[in-house]
């Protein structure tokens, strides 16, 4: 039997959706390719992974909790020895944030220790910043894009377009040459 999260448990496990749209902007940069499996780890209702899988990935879905939708598996993303499913190439994903970002920088440090591939996760528009986190962007050969959103994410229907600005932030399979030298993209709603 499923256990289906409470509503106390969405607020709890922050199950902010993100509109397609967010997802699209990251793609016109960096589409699926041929064969790509992605890891969507913190999969929520799957409004992230719906829009890979409608441009031809495979798409491995977990979560801490279910919701609405079924995942391929039911997993703290944070817990010791979480296996890495096999295939996987990307792992995309907009994660919890908890306070003061602490939960989205420990999503972002394990992604890239879990995933060699492009690992891509939506974030705040300032979650660069700061000196605690040099070793993502800074100093971190693998860092190569962020894609500022312009237009701000309605998290849910009746939101009046949120108060923060959010980025997508790309780091790619391996140091190589011309890495170390992020680009700066904007882009927002078609
Ligand atoms: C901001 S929501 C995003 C959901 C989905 N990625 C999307 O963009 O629509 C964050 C998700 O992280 C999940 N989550 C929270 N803590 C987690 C953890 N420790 N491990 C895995 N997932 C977690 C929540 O259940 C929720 O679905």
Redesign the pocket.
């Known amino acids: 039997m499923t256990v289906v ?1 409470s509503k106390f ?2 607020v709890a ?6 509109e397609p749209w967010a997802t699209e902007a990251l793609l016109r940069h960096f589409p699926v390719e041929p064969n790509d499996r992605i890891w ?10 719906d829009v890979l899988r409608a441009h031809g990935a495979e798409v491995f879905t ?4 279910v ?1 609405d939708r079924p995942h391929d598996w039911v ?5 010791p020895f979480v296996p890495v499913p096999p295939g996987i190439t990307r792992l995309y ?5 908890g306070k003061q970002n602490r ?1 989205a920088v420990r ?1 972002a440090r394990i992604s890239l220790e879990r995933c060699s591939g492009l690992v891509a996760l ?1 974030l705040t528009a300032k979650f660069d910043f700061g000196k605690t986190r040099v070793d993502l962007f800074r100093d971190n050969p693998r860092y190569v894009a962020k894609i500022a959103l312009v237009d701000r994410i309605q998290w849910f229907p009746g939101d009046k377009g949120g108060t923060e600005d959010h980025a997508w932030y790309v780091w790619a399979p391996a140091p190589g040459p011309g890495r170390g030298l992020a680009r700066l993209i904007y882009e927002g709603r078609p």
């Open positions: 999260a448990e969405r496990n922050e199950l902010y959706e993100t969507e780890p913190a999969a929520g209702n799957h409004k992230i992974a977990s979560d801490i909790a919701y997993r703290d993303f944070f817990a994903t907009n994660p919890p944030y939960d999503f939506l």
